[in-house]
Structures are given as C-alpha cells and as structure tokens.
C-alpha cells in the first residue's frame, strides 16, 4: 500500500522535476557566440517570462563563462488582449528595460536568466545583449505571447486538496471496514 502511494505521489511531481530553464524557443549565431534562448511557461503566456540563456563560443561549443547578459523584452505587435496585473516582485520592471540575467536565478550553472514582465498578449521580442570579451553581441528572439490562462486553471490543484482529502479518508473508512 505505501509502495503505491510513494509511486503515485513521484508519477505527480514529475512535471515539478524536469530541469529549470525551459524549453528553447530560439537560437542565434553572431561574432563567434551561439546564443539560446530559453523559455518557461510553454506556450510563452503574458505574465512574467521565466527566461534563461546559454551562450556558447560556436568554435569550440563551449559555454561562454564570465560573459555579462542582458535581457529585455519589448512589445512590437498590436495587444490581442487586455494587460494582465503582475506580481509584485515582477512589476518594478517596466516592458523594455534591460534586466541583468544571473546564475544565481537558475539552478543549471550553464545559463543565466532574469523574470521578464510581458504585461499582454501579442507579439514581443525579447533581446539578449551579450558582453563577452571587451565585445556586445545582440539576438533578437520573436515571441508570440498567449493570453493567461484563468485562474480556475492555476488554482486548482489547490482548490482540489479538499475534496482530494475527504475521499481518500472515506476510502480509508472503507477498507477499515472491510477488514474488520
């Protein structure tokens, strides 16, 4: 019995345990670096952008370390649809400001990263400036940002613990009292 609750409750954080980062949505190559952009939600929704990049020197594929990011995100589009409120720790960044990205925001020390605010849907484009020895590389990344999902869709594992506990009680009565 504890075998199969250990297994079910490992099968339901598995999308909690796949690495930080993201998925990628764009890689590009100039003055030598390989730059990649990574992404988190997928689709990319308005809101804050979990973004991470990994520079790379394309020579010789390795991570260009001690290279200084910058990240900012743009709107470039018409709005299809109406500005989404932000976090507090999110909304001191206005749309278009450069944001230093760090190692210390992801856990993978091969990228850097920073929270950028998309306020609504449409179409953006995040730029990544990239300092790397006495030179500044930029890349351009389009993005086309869906609208939130409500809140009903981000709210309801919690909402669902209720009921969730109630019935496994019940369930619990019931083998008891089969047993007996």
């Not at 079910?8 to 764009?26: E, K, N, Q, S």
């Not at 720790?89 to 210390?104: D, I, K, L, Q, R």
């Amino acid at each position: 019995m504890m075998v199969r609750a250990a297994i079910f409750f490992l099968l339901a954080a598995v999308p909690v345990l796949f690495a930080d980062g993201g998925l990628p949505v764009g890689q590009v190559e100039a003055d030598g670096l390989r730059v990649t952009l990574f992404a988190s939600p997928i689709p990319v929704r308005a809101g804050p952008l979990d973004a991470s990049v990994l520079v790379q020197e394309i020579s010789s594929n390795r991570p260009a370390t001690g290279a200084e990011v910058r990240l900012s995100a743009r709107q470039v589009g018409l709005s299809t649809g109406r500005p989404v409120r932000m976090p507090a720790w999110c909304s001191s960044v206005t749309p278009g400001t450069a944001v230093p990205a760090t190692a210390a925001h992801s856990a993978n020390k091969l990228l850097v990263g920073a929270y950028l605010p998309l306020s609504e849907p449409g179409r953006w484009e995040v730029t990544v400036e990239v300092g790397y020895r006495g030179g500044v590389t930029r890349a351009v990344f389009p993005l086309d940002v869906a609208a939130p999902p409500p809140p009903v869709a981000m709210w309801w594992p919690l909402l669902a613990m209720g009921p969730l506990g109630v019935a496994l009680y019940a369930w619990r009565a019931r083998i008891l009292r089969r047993r007996a």
